[in-house]
């Protein structure tokens, strides 16, 4: 699975939106992008994913460039409860099988501020 | 509500001991797999198990046993061999197949006495 680069930290005004990039420069066509968050001493919670097109669901939006090189993720209303380590992960989707490891990599701990 | 469960939330072994931490889930999934979590590390695989009655080892399978006798359940004994078992654990399931992401339990935190 291709590797994922992301900056360990951010901050963000509640109420604006947070723009959480990530980069992944070596992702290979039957990749995934995959997004989740973690909240301290919870287990992940999934976000969102996405191969090539945009995507949008009740939680945020997920912007892949058309080479697929990087992603960005969108909270478009930051919350403080909003304020987590999130994580950006490729994955290989084989559609016969799922042998599914998620590689998470140290993640971008986003801080939201009142 | 559909989801998964791990229990305990806290739990301590002595050493020589065994423990098994216990992760069902109602959401109908094929695919169940185990992750270990050090602090401020990211996730690594211990097991995984694509169907009932069959697992494969992760990265780090050394130390731990699971066991996949039905399809809600899949328990995850840490052994005395493993020599560095404090950490969190987390438990996760999915369809088997396609893009459908892996969903999270809340975590077993598990120390040694």
């Known amino acids: 699975d291709a590797k994922t680069t992301q900056p360990p930290s951010m901050d963000c005004a509640e109420g604006r939106a947070a723009n959480l990039p990530c980069n992944h420069s070596?992702?290979?066509?039957?990749?995934?992008v995959y997004w989740y968050r973690q909240i301290h001493s919870q287990g992940p919670q999934y976000i969102i994913h996405g191969l090539k097109n945009n995507e949008t669901n009740e939680m945020a939006s997920l912007i892949i460039t058309e080479d697929r090189k990087s992603s960005t993720l969108i909270l478009p209303h930051a919350t403080l409860r909003d304020t987590a380590v999130y994580y950006c992960i490729v994955r290989v989707v084989e559609w016969s099988s799922n042998t599914g490891k998620l590689i998470f990599g140290q993640g971008t701990t986003l801080q939201v501020k009142p | 509500d559909g989801g998964i469960t791990q229990s305990p939330k806290y739990l301590f072994r002595k050493e020589g001991q065994n423990v098994t931490l216990s992760c069902e889930q109602n959401l109908n999934h094929d695919a169940m797999y185990w992750y270990r979590q050090d602090p401020g590390q990211g996730l690594r695989l211990i097991y995984y198990s694509q169907i009932v009655n069959d697992f494969q080892k992760g990265d780090i399978a050394e130390g731990y046993s699971v066991s996949r006798e039905k399809k809600e359940s899949f328990p995850l004994t840490v052994t005395s061999a493993q020599k560095n078992p404090t950490a969190f654990y987390l438990c996760a399931s999915s369809t088997s197949g396609g893009d459908q992401p892996q969903h999270f339990g809340d975590g077993t935190r598990l120390s040694i006495l």
């Open positions: 070596t992702i290979s066509g039957n990749e995934y």
